[in-house]
């Protein structure tokens, strides 16, 4: 069975089926029958309508999702190049040259950070909001950067406004402003730091100008998209007077809740919700240009700029404009995940795949640098499905010696929902056998009960080396993911390559083991070669260098 097969029998991001296994690209059965007890993608369309265009409404804000598709190139089709000989970036002596020595710490922009991960924009979607605080107190106990995403101001039902000759003005929100208060609870002052972006609404509202005269936030981030979807943000709203509220704020809300009808059906439940939707924005090279020139004159110390979705071309003149207005660095976000209600089809069926993406940009940087010897080229982070460290490793070293940071939000997001998830459970004795099996202690463990410190293999060394004793749990799972699992991950794999500094990674740390990756890199002629043909000179020099006499 084909990959497309399997995905139209089966969608578990809409909730759909089909009553038989051989069923067609279509998602339709061979024979459709009327009185099928099964619903597939056509018949819960013909009930749920535009529902059925985005994952599973009923797990909406505690859910994120991802393109099962299979891109036909990954990081999977990469193979790191070990090294045995040698030690980079380090004294050569055999005490020192090991793993834990590795310097992992890099910059975002100019912000300097312990490890090369930055998480992502995570806006005003509920998943994002409900498990801000741990993303937000794990970032900064890991001395990493985050994103405060878009329409937080304007999804703020307490927000403040001032009126203008053009649209009111934001003068005072508690969302934002206890978002960035969160990250700064445990924020060391020196590595990481709160990023707040905008989109187009953002800008209407005075989004920047708030943040950075008001909260004394100097990172801010321009955002053109993301890999998941090419149109505006999207959540969902669960009461009438929300809907309302955002739509007397000029957001474009489904269905119309000033509809006296659609009132009607909302008191009887007949909907559900409703979709708040952003616009898509309309921007020329000169009013972008001339945007990042008036933000760099207010005194912003970072100026960033997030894309992603868009056509080769289009993604190519995106780069442009963040090198002429000398940004201090870019996020390319790659097909095909989302934080809250991407539309299947998009995630599925649209933007550039992540390694795809990564071979355009740095193949286009190359070409700018290889015509501009003397340009300085921003720091350059890749997003899009990353969740362990071969893949970071991969794609740092696919884009040396550009790509200095790996952003995420799903998998982040995962470990702050699943570390609140097993906090909650110890606090009200619900821990399971099952829970017990799957963090490594037996079964027959009696009492049936757990503490943060069993549960959480970071957690003494953390409480003791910061003084807090209340350390979120969903914070010290954050943490734990980048700092425990991902820190020690990408120093065991530089070690293994015997560079002891992230600055020394290179291309020709990785080879390419897929004829269709192959195809990638020749295309963009980014110098990665293939499994066979990796050190081929240098092994005949090898081999023929050799005084074989007994």
């Not at 934080?339 to 993406?357: A, F, H, Q």
Request: proline share 5%.
């Amino acid at each position: 069975m084909t990959n497309n097969t399997t995905l139209t029998y089966q969608s578990s991001l809409i909730g759909s089926k089909t009553r038989a296994r051989d069923s067609c690209e279509s998602g339709l059965c061979p024979i459709c029958i009327a009185d099928c007890p099964v619903f597939c993608e056509v018949s819960k369309a013909a009930l749920r309508g535009r529902e059925t265009l985005y994952p599973q409404r009923e797990y909406y804000g505690n859910s994120t999702a991802g393109s099962p598709k299979d891109f036909g190139v990954s990081y999977g089709d990469f193979q790191i190049q070990f090294e045995v000989r040698g030690a980079q970036g380090i004294k050569p002596d055999e005490d020192l040259v090991i793993f834990p020595n590795v310097d992992l710490n890099c910059y975002w922009g100019n912000i300097l950070q312990k490890y090369p991960f930055v998480i992502a924009g995570l806006g005003s979607t509920y998943v994002a909001k409900r498990n801000w605080e741990g993303l937000a107190k794990g970032a900064a106990l890991a001395g990493i950067s985050i994103t405060v995403g878009e329409n937080v101001v304007g999804m703020d039902p307490k927000a403040q406004f001032a009126n203008h000759s053009v649209y009111p003005q934001v003068i005072s929100t508690e969302d934002m402003k206890s978002r960035i208060t969160t990250y700064r609870e445990y924020w060391d002052g020196i590595h990481g730091d709160i990023i707040v972006q905008k989109n187009v609404e953002d800008s209407r509202l005075g989004v920047f100008d708030y943040v950075s005269s008001t909260l004394e936030v100097d990172s801010l981030e321009l955002k053109f998209g993301q890999g998941a979807k090419a149109i505006g943000g999207e959540v969902r709203l669960e009461s009438l007077e929300k809907a309302q509220l955002l739509h007397n704020r000029g957001y474009l809300v489904i269905p119309d809740p000033t509809d006296p009808l659609v009132i009607d059906q909302w008191k009887t439940g007949l909907i559900p919700d409703f979709e708040r939707h952003s616009r898509v924005g309309l921007s020329s090279t000169e009013e972008i240009l001339e945007e990042i020139d008036d933000l760099k004159a207010t005194g912003a110390k970072n100026i960033f700029i997030k894309t992603g979705a868009y056509r080769p071309a289009a993604t190519a003149w995106i780069l442009r404009l963040g090198l002429e207005a000398k940004v201090d660095g870019m996020t390319f976000d790659g097909a095909g995940g989302g934080t809250g209600m991407s539309p299947v089809s998009m995630m599925n069926e649209g933007s550039i795949p992540t390694p795809y993406l990564e071979a355009l940009v740095v193949g286009c940087l190359d070409m700018i640098k290889k015509s501009h010897p003397s340009i300085n080229i921003p720091i350059i982070a890749i997003a899009g499905g990353f969740a362990n460290e071969t893949q970071m490793f991969k794609a740092l070293a696919m884009g040396a010696p550009y790509v200095k940071c790996i952003a995420m939000a799903r998998a982040p997001l995962t470990a702050a929902m699943k570390a609140k998830y097993v906090g909650n459970a110890i606090k009200s004795n619900d821990v399971t056998p099952g829970m017990l099996k799957s963090l490594g202690f037996p079964r027959e463990k009696n009492p049936l009960t757990l503490s943060l410190s069993e549960a959480f293999v970071e957690y003494d060394k953390l409480t003791r080396a910061t003084g807090h004793e209340d350390i979120p749990p969903a914070a010290v799972g954050v943490y734990t993911y980048f700092a425990s699992k991902l820190g020690t991950g990408m120093k065991q794999l530089l070690a293994g390559v015997r560079k002891f500094n992230l600055e020394l990674i290179a291309r020709d740390d990785i080879a390419y083991l897929s004829q269709r990756a192959g195809e990638v890199c020749k295309k963009w002629n980014i110098g990665i070669n293939s499994q066979e043909s990796v050190d081929f000179e240098a092994v005949k020099t090898e081999i023929y260098s050799g005084n074989y006499q007994l």
